[in-house]
């Protein structure tokens, strides 16, 4: 979609101030390095900096794929010796460079397909994929509607002042903030385990303000 829009803007100049993009917080830099990377199947090779770490390490990756989410662009790729997809975020990343070495992508592993019970970037194997039913209230039932939580989301039931949704997915960290974005007008149905936990952190959030 950014490109087109750049393309667009490029016989238009005179308005592209007016058109407004959201900002990222880094890493944009590192795109076509690592588009090109993908293309030619070129082990790239950075330093990068956890959010939890004050020291960097470097990493060596075969780059499969890129995503956007939250306003951040993410890496996608495979370490050498591992079996998995992991996953790096653009703006903790330091002096990416492009390596001599090629791979073979392993066609086994799907980049789109790693996120499909997840809501943003989060794949934590800590938590099951399963059903999940939410209580819309008032307004925010067209929200919801027009902008769903997750690809999975159907409509169950409706009423007067509310509307029921069920989704498949892992509710991990992403998704818990999701539904907590939204406030009072949302409401855990099941699984109980998650209803306990979205009413603990409500009740940690109101803590703050006493």
Not at 23 to 40: D, F, Q, V, W
Not at 44 to 55: D, L, P
Not at 72 to 80: A, D, E, Q, S, V
Request: hydrophobic share 35%; net charge negative.
């Amino acid at each position: 979609n950014g490109l087109a829009i750049d393309n667009q803007l490029m016989g238009n100049k005179a308005i592209a101030n007016r058109i407004m993009f959201e900002e990222t917080p880094g890493g944009t830099e590192h795109l076509s390095p690592i588009i090109e990377a993908m293309a030619k199947c070129l082990i790239i090779k950075f330093e990068y900096r956890k959010f939890t770490n004050s020291e960097s390490f470097e990493r060596s990756v075969e780059p499969y794929g890129l995503k956007q989410s939250g306003r951040r662009w993410y890496l996608i790729g495979k370490i050498p010796g591992f079996d998995k997809l992991s996953v790096f975020a653009l703006d903790r990343i330091e002096s990416l460079k492009q390596t001599n070495d090629t791979f073979t992508p392993d066609k086994s592993l799907n980049v789109n397909a790693l996120f499909d019970e997840v809501v943003g970037v989060n794949v934590d194997d800590d938590y099951d994929c399963e059903k999940v039913r939410l209580r819309v209230y008032g307004r925010q039932r067209a929200y919801v509607e027009s902008l769903p939580l997750h690809k999975s989301q159907r409509l169950v039931a409706h009423a007067k002042d509310h509307a029921d949704y069920e989704l498949t997915l892992r509710p991990e960290y992403e998704f818990q903030r999701s539904v907590l974005a939204l406030g009072p007008d949302v409401e855990i149905l099941s699984p109980q385990w998650l209803r306990e936990e979205i009413k603990w952190l409500t009740e940690e959030t109101a803590k703050r303000y006493q």
